[in-house]
């Protein structure tokens, strides 16, 4: 059996702080070995040797890709910008990767959408259309949103200032607040990516007897 031994580097934007992310987006963070987002950087100085010993706990259990997520702005504890490219060298150099860096741009847009993508953007588009027709004089501009899978209609004032007030809480150093500002359906996926990301190196397989399979047709 040939052993893999391939990275994968995406470099990828920021959502806003009314946006959903799509299914690609979560696919992928679940699937990731290690991310890189402003809100919630890594706690631990040098953060090289964390993402390296948790990559390689990854390889250890058989995992035979690795996934690396660096979001647009991500930054050390000490707000030191970490970029994309010298993660790959670290990766490179340190475990004997041969990684290649991914920016999603339109290869992030440009695939088949999955009904989530179809039927969230039609809501809006109608959404849209009736807060067109119920403005008045004086009626504030919207942003058309998504919150807890709700369309939402923001005002446009509103969500900029929310969205730099993530930007003010992270140039203050304090990324618990940033966190809040996003919302709860970005730190559940948060939450959800480090309990799938960072389990227990004894807990990583089950006994014979307590694996079970799934058939279907």
Request: some cysteine; hydrophobic content about 40%.
């Amino acid at each position: 059996m040939v052993q893999l031994t391939t990275a994968i580097l995406v470099a990828a934007a920021v959502a806003p702080a009314f946006s959903a992310p799509t299914p690609f987006e979560q696919e992928a963070a679940g699937g990731a070995d290690f991310i890189f987002i402003p809100e919630r950087p890594p706690p631990v100085n040098p953060w090289e040797d964390e993402m390296c010993a948790q990559i390689h706990r990854h390889r250890e259990v058989g995992k035979r890709k690795t996934i690396v997520i660096v979001a647009e702005g991500a930054h050390d504890s000490e707000l030191n910008p970490i970029r994309a490219e010298y993660i790959k060298d670290v990766l490179t150099e340190r475990l004997g990767l041969d990684t290649r860096v991914t920016t999603l741009g339109h290869t992030q847009r440009g695939g088949r959408p999955c009904a989530f993508d179809r039927i969230f953007p039609t809501l809006q588009g109608i959404n849209a259309v009736e807060a067109l027709m119920e403005a008045a004089p004086g009626t504030p501009t919207y942003m058309i949103g998504i919150q807890e899978n709700k369309i939402t209609r923001v005002p446009l004032v509103d969500a900029v200032e929310m969205t730099r007030a993530v930007g003010k809480a992270i140039k203050e150093h304090d990324f618990d607040k940033a966190l809040e500002l996003r919302g709860t359906e970005f730190q559940e996926m948060l939450q959800t990516f480090q309990a799938l990301s960072s389990f227990p190196e004894e807990s990583s397989t089950l006994p014979e007897k307590k694996v079970m399979l799934f058939c279907s047709n």
